[in-house]
């Protein structure tokens, strides 16, 4: 598994090239070897996924009787999920990359959406936190999770600008299909495997 200070390495070549710094490059490992290692990212993200799991398992316990307990079949729908909405999306990226002759680029799209989630998911952890101790502040979260995914859009254009070039449709359809259709897929997961908060 990399090791942290890789790990930092990583996001600070990534925060310059959304910066238009071509010199965030060298800090990235974007071969074949570099997007396989870059699945390490979920482990990464373990703890804050966790976080999110605990919200939405005390959001959908809500809506059971009393006398219904959820057990552990609850967090195994949630792994399947979770798994999905990550694989899912660089499935559809990569044979996008193949039908719009960019398939070497596959590797270094894989690598910097793997990463890039790091960021994202702590930032959603936290949030999931700030729900937990403070159920008041669901309008604001709500829209603070609006902006993440606004910037998380703003962050994977201009990433794949400094890679693609100036290919601006190519770059608006690679990045709508990494983020839309997970956003489509949660939902309908969500009650296909009986665990959204009711």
Do not use: H
């Not at 010199?23 to 974007?30: C, I, Q, T, V």
């Not at 390490?40 to 219904?68: D, E, H, K, T």
């Not at 079949?73 to 193949?98: K, Q, S, T």
């Amino acid at each position: 598994m990399p090791p942290f200070d890789e790990i930092k390495l990583y996001l600070f070549g990534l925060w310059l090239l959304i910066k238009g710094n071509r010199a965030g490059f060298k800090y990235l490992d974007l071969s074949d070897r570099g997007m396989m290692r870059s699945f390490w990212a979920i482990i990464w993200c373990l703890p804050a996924i966790g976080l999110s799991w605990f919200w939405w398992r005390l959001a959908y316990q809500q809506g059971l009787p009393p006398s219904q307990s959820i057990g552990g079949i609850f967090f195994l729908r949630m792994a399947m999920l979770e798994a999905a909405n990550w694989l899912f999306p660089l499935v559809l990226a990569g044979i996008l990359a193949l039908m719009l002759g960019i398939g070497r680029y596959f590797p270094a799209i894989v690598f910097v959406t793997n990463w890039l989630s790091v960021p994202f998911s702590y930032l959603y952890g936290v949030l999931s936190l700030l729900l937990i101790a403070v159920p008041g502040l669901t309008g604001l979260i709500a829209l603070v999770w609006l902006g993440a995914i606004i910037a998380l859009i703003v962050a994977l254009s201009r990433i794949f600008r400094m890679l693609l070039g100036d290919q601006r449709l190519m770059i608006a359809t690679l990045t709508m299909v990494l983020i839309v259709p997970s956003l489509l897929l949660s939902d309908v997961l969500e009650r296909f495997l009986d665990v959204y908060p009711g």
